[in-house]
């Protein structure tokens, strides 16, 4: 299967820069994977989507201020660190830039020697792994000198870090936001519970995999990055329960899905674990866990967009991008949603 099967045009103007004032009033498309039907509504309809019994869940992970710019110790020379994996012992695999200026052994001052950073490992790919030191607690002076890692599509500042998290936002150590959840508000959710509708959560941490574009000609030549994802044993309980009773298990995110399906997979049921997933899917991919999934428009060739497509049909979802486009959605993180169900 080749990559550029996943590839459309996609105009500037078509990508969000910036979040809308109010998070559910975003675009909804409706997809129907078996048929490939389109309906258009607004997110803060989607409670009239959803039937009591569903159970929806969501990717509680919260994004870090996890960009950090400071100088080499040397020469002054400017250096970029995205913090991508806590390792312990105050080390930490970054995203670093320029990666040429690095070695074993450099020192990086952050925030006038607030922050110090030595690499103590050159990796490939632009990645090293440093060990930090701080006086006082590591996220404090991160929420102090960091900023949120927006993608590189978009160019606008963020006026509200918070806007770059889901409301549900709760346990830390993403790299960047599940983006389908940015929709929901604290009202909509409690509409949702009070129809009946089950919410329930997962955590996986959105890591490097995220950043990297698939850059092979075969896709499953594509090796995905590891990222941790972790299920308490209530939502275990809640999730089969809903499949012993056939009732739908809708993810909120592709976040959501690799971790549900991860899960599935590997013990052919729903338990009480954490672990790293490297889970990649693609066209031809057998779902277990999911029936619905709550998802945003994704870059071209990317592995989301490959996602979505095993989910349904990638017809069906070019498809569905193009009527998308020609109906004004805004794409990417702070863009619009389709529920496929």
């Not at 606008?156 to 508000?185: C, M, W």
Request: net charge neutral.
């Amino acid at each position: 299967m080749s990559t550029e099967e996943f590839n459309y045009e996609l105009p500037e103007h078509c990508i969000a820069q910036t979040p809308l004032k109010n998070r559910s009033d975003s675009k909804l498309m409706l997809l129907n994977r078996q048929n490939g039907e389109i309906e258009h509504t607004k997110f803060n309809e989607i409670i009239n989507e959803l039937k009591k019994g569903d159970v929806l869940v969501i990717n509680d992970t919260k994004v870090i201020p996890a960009r950090l710019i400071g100088e080499k110790q040397e020469t002054n020379a400017t250096i970029e660190l995205l913090l991508l994996k806590e390792l312990g012992e105050d080390k930490w695999e970054c995203l670093s830039r320029p990666f040429k200026r690095l070695r074993v052994g450099t020192k990086i001052i952050f925030g006038h020697n607030l922050l110090l950073a030595e690499v103590i490992e050159k990796k490939e790919e632009g990645l090293v792994v440093v060990k930090f030191v701080y006086e006082g607690i590591f996220m404090n002076i991160l929420e102090q000198l960091g900023d949120m890692p927006l993608p590189p599509y978009i160019h606008e500042k963020l006026d509200e870090k918070d806007r770059y998290q889901t409301v549900y936002a709760k346990n830390i150590g993403s790299s960047a936001a599940p983006t389908a959840g940015l929709h929901f508000t604290e009202s909509l959710l409690e509409k949702i519970e009070k129809k009946g509708i089950i919410l329930t959560h997962v955590t996986l941490h959105v890591g490097l995999g995220t950043f990297r574009p698939v850059e092979v000609s075969d896709v499953s030549k594509h090796k995905m990055h590891s990222e941790f994802y972790q299920m308490s044993k209530e939502t275990a309980d809640i999730l089969n329960q809903a499949k012993k009773e056939k009732r739908r298990i809708i993810a909120v995110g592709t976040t959501t899905t690799r971790t549900l399906e991860t899960i599935i997979k590997k013990y052919q049921t729903f338990q009480e674990c954490e672990g790293n997933t490297e889970i990649f899917i693609y066209p031809g991919f057998e779902f277990q866990a999911i029936d619905g999934l709550i998802t945003n428009f994704h870059l071209p060739k990317s592995t989301l967009l490959m996602l979505v497509s095993a989910f349904s049909k990638k017809e069906y979802i070019l498809k569905a991008y193009q009527k998308a486009i020609e109906n004004n959605y805004r794409f990417f993180s702070f863009g619009d949603a389709m529920f496929i169900k």
